[in-house]
């Protein structure tokens, strides 16, 4: 299952790799790619997962899941 995801706040490639890291550790999740351009994340997994879920690995970060 692919997922697109818009994340907000996304400046250097330390922050991409703190976002893929993040949505890495989600359960059922098998690969993350990230467009920094574009804000847009890539993701694949298992089953669908939940906007909520991405909004709670970033809750402690400066980024956020615009769409």
Known sequence: M????FVEGMKCQGCVNTVK??????EGVESVSVD??????TVNSQSVVDK????????????????
Request: charged share 30%; aromatic share 10%.
């Open 2 to 5: 692919q997922q697109e995801v």
């Open 21 to 26: 890291t993040r949505f890495e550790s989600i």
């Open 36 to 41: 920094q351009e574009s804000k847009k994340v």
């Open 52 to 67: 909520t879920a991405f909004m709670a690995v970033l809750e402690d970060t400066k980024y956020s899941v615009v769409g």
